[in-house]
């Protein structure tokens, strides 16, 4: 079992920055954040492998969005530059605990373990 807490989130404006954490309560395999906009659907923005520090992002995420982790701290990050209004959405963080058999780590079904979500809201 592994608890989930997302925090960091908040207003901020256009081109600023917000950084997320997530600490977890337990091991994990695999993190990842997602967000949802209201009215639409649960996106993926990016994943870390816990051991090894490998990411992977949403291509249209990539370079504006990092993904990090300290292990000491069981805690994962998700740092946030030159946000846009089009970023304001709920994101949550998930966790694996182990890989699963043609799931798509990029898919939302691949993570047993949610946040609660922290809301981002960015002004134009």
């Known amino acids: 079992q592994v608890q989930l807490v997302e925090s960091g989130g908040g207003l901020v404006q256009a081109w600023g920055s917000l950084r997320l954490s997530c600490a977890a309560s337990g091991l994990t395999f695999r993190m990842a954040w997602f967000r949802q906009a209201p009215g639409q659907e649960r996106l993926f923005v990016g994943y870390i492998t816990w051991n090894t520090g490998i990411t992977n992002y949403a291509d249209s995420l990539k370079g504006r969005f990092t993904i990090s982790r300290d292990k000491a701290k069981n805690t994962g990050y998700l740092q946030m530059n030159s946000l846009k209004p089009e970023d304001t959405a709920v994101y949550y963080c998930?966790?694996?605990?182990?890989?699963?058999?043609?799931?798509?780590?990029?898919?939302?079904?691949?993570?047993?373990?949610w946040g609660r979500g922290t809301q981002v809201t960015v002004s134009s």
């Open positions: 998930a966790a694996a605990t182990t890989a699963r058999s043609y799931v798509a780590a990029t898919s939302a079904a691949s993570y047993g373990y």
